[in-house]
């Protein structure tokens, strides 16, 4: 299962070298930087000097300006964070996830071997952490068990956790074989949607639901939030996918309609006749 580290809005360059360091002593190599502080951070010296041999890690490591962009390909993420927030995903141990994702029936897939389906790791800014936003989107989030009197991990450190929690749960080195069998439920038929594709298809779906009066944009509670880890526990497929976007665009065209007072058209146009 191909595996990324996302780091967001990492404000020190020292914790970027420090995350290649983790993730090669791993056997990891996808890492995705989200507008980091620092422009030039692949390039700077503490980031060199922390990665420690990892340069090959940097120099495949990618920058870009939205999740959205670090999350193609992506159909499984998880957030990181000390503490269970009040709403979103629901918080588990590394160890106890990741059993559970590699016991969960296996889905045909198109992904490409240059854009493989996977899971992705979210670490948020030093400063901020991560944002709600951000976790809500994710279908986990991980707690790595610490001393609840001082449980604070830098990144470096925290993502060297994950990765070998991840890296034990596939089975070590050397050792593909005993990868957990899958269930033998019955898979989905068809690839499964990427996180970048449920995204698009939520904002299409958002803006359904403001047309119908169903969503009040000034007003909007938790109802996206809701929507998104509703679609994160139902692993809907591309296909899926288009059929959900084909429906808001026919609401959103019949919204239209209405308020231009035209005729209705499609099923209700023909029901008329």
């Not at 070590?172 to 990427?194: E, K, V, Y």
């Amino acid at each position: 299962m191909h595996t990324r580290f996302i780091l967001i809005q990492t404000s020190h360059a020292g914790n970027v070298g420090a995350a290649a360091r983790a993730m090669k002593t791993m056997g990891f190599d996808d890492l995705v930087l989200v507008a980091p502080r620092w422009p030039n951070v692949l390039r700077r010296e503490e980031t060199i000097q922390r990665a420690s041999g990892a340069l090959d890690v940097l120099e495949k490591c990618r920058i870009v300006d939205t999740l959205d962009e670090a999350l193609e390909g992506v159909d499984h993420l998880c957030a990181t964070a000390m503490t269970p927030r009040d709403f979103g995903p629901p918080t588990r141990w590394p160890r106890e996830h990741f059993a559970q994702l590699l016991a969960a029936p296996a889905a045909p897939t198109d992904a490409s071997p240059t854009q493989p389906a996977g899971v992705a790791f979210l670490f948020g800014s030093e400063r901020f952490g991560m944002c709600n936003e951000d976790v809500y989107r994710c279908h986990a989030c991980l707690s790595i068990p610490s001393n609840p009197e001082f449980g604070s991990l830098n990144i470096g450190a925290a993502l060297q956790v994950i990765a070998y929690e991840w890296r034990l749960a596939l089975g070590g080195f050397g050792a593909h074989a005993q990868i957990p069998a899958r269930s033998s439920a019955q898979p989905p038929s068809g690839a499964l949607a990427d996180a970048a594709q449920v995204a698009g298809m939520l904002t299409h779906l958002e803006r359904a639901l403001v047309d119908l009066g169903f969503l009040d944009p000034a007003a909007p509670k938790k109802l996206m939030p809701r929507l998104n880890q509703l679609f994160n526990r139902a692993s809907v497929t591309e296909e899926e996918i288009h059929i959900l976007r084909g429906i808001a665009k026919a609401v959103v065209q019949q919204s239209t309609f209405v308020r231009q007072g035209k005729p209705l058209r499609g099923a209700d146009a023909g029901a008329k006749g």
